[in-house]
């Protein structure tokens, strides 16, 4: 054996990589400790509804009387992946998240409120590479998206919405 082979040999292995002779296999990711996934979800969400109305009421109070936003188009909007513990725990989600698009299109100041914690992450990261037309008008504040993560179809997501008129509306 080279130095080479052992050397690939030692980032297999690290990589969870077993071999046989001339067959590699991968072997299968380590489920994280339920009791992790358990203590996560029982922590309940990091923010509340009433969080969710109080950033919306604040961008929207920023913005000019009568303000009539036009609905943001959307140039990338992949989907949330499904989130490990909450697949092992057997566990649906829901999350509504407020965000801002600035000039250029991206979004900022993301703001998940979720049925549970373990959604959350998966949320932002989702929201935080969306990509929209950049606001011909400025930035938008307070657009409100809801995510549904569901077991059986993995997610669903219905088009973001401007919330300049009713803080607090929340897409369905």
Known sequence: MTTRDLMLLALLALAGCTSSEDDWAFAPLEPAPSSYCSDQH???PSFTQADLQARIAERNGALPE????????????????F?????QLGINGVCDIVFDI???GRTENIMPVCSSRLFESNARATV???AFEPP???????IVNRIVFKLEDEYTTP????????????TE
């Open 102 to 104: 600035n000039a250029e």
């Open 128 to 130: 935080a590479i969306w």
């Open 159 to 170: 088009a973001p919405t401007a919330q300049a008129a009713e803080p607090g509306r929340v």
């Open 42 to 44: 029982d922590l309940g």
């Open 136 to 142: 011909a008008d400025g930035p938008r504040p307070a």
């Open 66 to 81: 009568g303000y009539q936003q036009i609905p943001p188009q959307i140039l990338r909007r992949p989907p949330p992946g």
């Open 83 to 87: 989130p490990l513990c909450a697949s």
